[in-house]
């Protein structure tokens, strides 16, 4: 089978969150198990574009409205992310530092989905299906079937998997110009609340639609930003399909940006020096249980009750615990974490910004995972903790639902089920209990660890689902 992944980030090669994770890893396990795997993404202004060999394999030019814009098509000579990957350069568009935030996204990424599909359009062979991610590749299902220059992909399955339902990229009607020529009975296709929106087109059009976790999809249709009514309506073509991670770069025991690897067979040992060294980088005190949380500063992730449910812990358990925090996003939030540190200094820390090797040492390091998220598609932070011997703190909802089950049901996590300060902190106390029964401790971090959240059982979701779309044709 010939996939095509089309997305706007791919570890290592572009990254902003999860969606850049799922790209990186799930074409390289669908490739290990016998089939053809492309990932086609903008070329973004990165160190990964700088790094590595390309060869230029089509080019030509992107027609948006009056706007003509020459492009390349670049594969990336190696191959050694485990799949072949493509990149889209545009450089009046993507020749940039950032990959969103910039006042033309939908002029950079519109024609981003059209310069792929020139492309594919013009190769000798049609994919057998094509797999979109969010609404940044949204308008990719219309205009396979609508647009009269695409005619080649009309029977093509296509399907969107939606990785944040929050964020949909919608524009108004008064650039419908810029898409190519095609019918304009189907224009209704593309409204949605009196505007186009991509990721409502995508699920209109899309053969099959999947969400990153079972339970978002249940979440999906009742809060969605406005498209619940839709999310219903298409539910008969929908699955929640739960996602993995790449065991190969989150493994405690080959992990080469730790201080010490570790097995489920040392962990106790390796956790405490990985532990060592992060709180000899911030100062904190080796001996105290270790709360963390590592992401975006956002409502949607919780961030804006960190700093009071930060502040109440420390008062509550008084040089007892020790909480770090890294991540970045609302500049409010980012400030009101930094006003902590001089009251609790010695047990209270952050780091605003993003750094992978400090993220994987934080995960080996901590003892506990803070991920009192409103909404999380599916979340693989929790994941990571888990893999690490970490324990993670959650908000029952979406994929936190789906993977971390509350130790007081013989689960591996602590959970919690609104996203409050009194939760946050009831939680943490619960875990200053548990941290003080070593033992009962250790037993839940042994079934975190052993817990199985490979992509091969991932896979193999996503090629079944693939499957019975091609059978539709």
């Known amino acids: 089978m010939e996939i095509f992944h089309i997305s706007a980030e791919c570890y290592p090669v572009a990254k902003v969150g999860g969606l850049a994770d799922v790209v990186g890893a799930l074409p390289k396990y669908q490739n290990n198990a016998g089939h053809l795997v492309r990932v086609v993404m903008p070329c973004y202004d990165t160190k990964f574009r700088k790094d590595n060999d390309f060869e230029c394999v089509h080019w030509g030019h992107v027609k948006l409205g009056n706007f003509n814009f020459p492009f390349n098509i670049l594969k990336e000579k190696t191959d050694h992310l485990g799949f072949e990957l ?18 033309d996204d939908i002029e950079r990424f519109l024609s981003f989905q059209i310069a792929a599909l020139d492309w594919i359009i013009g190769r000798k062979d049609i994919p057998d299906v094509i797999n979109c991610h969010d609404h940044h590749t949204g308008l990719i299902p219309f205009m396979m079937l609508y647009c009269h220059k695409y005619e080649k992909l009309r029977n093509t399955p296509s399907m969107i998997t939606i990785h944040n339902g929050l964020y949909q990229g919608q524009f108004g009607f008064d650039k419908l110009y810029y898409l190519p020529e095609f019918d304009l009975a189907h224009v209704k296709v593309l409204e949605w609340d009196n505007c186009i929106n991509s990721l409502a087109v995508a699920v209109k059009c899309a053969w099959a639609v999947t969400t990153v976790s079972p339970s978002y999809l ?27 991670i790449d065991i190969e770069v989150w493994d405690p025991a080959k992990d080469m940006m730790l201080e010490k690897n570790y097995s489920i ?72 974490l930094n006003s902590l540190l001089q009251d609790y200094k010695g047990n209270y820390n952050t780091f605003i910004g993003y750094n992978e090797e400090l993220a994987h040492l934080i995960y080996a390091g901590s003892d506990f995972l803070l991920m009192p998220s409103r909404v999380e598609p599916c979340g693989l932070n929790q994941m990571y903790s888990l893999r690490y011997g970490t324990i993670p703190i959650v ?26 300060v009194g939760d946050i902190c009831y939680s943490i106390q619960r875990a200053v209990n548990l941290y003080d029964d070593k033992k009962h401790l250790n037993e839940i971090r042994k079934i975190g660890m052993n817990t199985d959240h490979s992509w091969e059982r991932v896979c193999q979701e996503y090629i079944e689902m693939y499957k019975l779309i091609i059978n539709k044709k």
């Open 86 to 103: 493509y990149l889209v350069e545009i450089p009046e568009l993507f020749d940039r530092k950032d990959v969103y935030g910039y006042k």
């Open 218 to 244: 249940n979440e999906i249709n009742y809060s969605s930003n406005g498209l619940e009514s839709l999310f219903n309506l298409v539910r008969y073509k929908s699955k929640g399909i739960l996602n993995g």
């Open 265 to 336: 067979k040392n962990f106790e040992k390796g956790k405490q020096e990985n532990k060592d060294k992060l709180c000899n980088l911030f100062n904190l005190d080796p001996t105290k249980p270790l709360f963390s949380f590592i992401g975006r500063l956002l409502e949607e992730k919780g961030g804006d009750l960190l700093p009071h449910a930060a502040a109440l812990a420390l008062s509550e358990n008084y040089q007892q615990i020790n909480i770090l925090i890294l991540g970045s996003g609302n500049t409010a939030i980012e400030n009101q």
């Open 395 to 420: 908000r029952r909802t979406g994929g936190l639902r789906d993977t971390v089950v509350d130790f007081g049901d013989d689960g591996n996590g602590i959970c919690h089920d609104q996203a409050t």
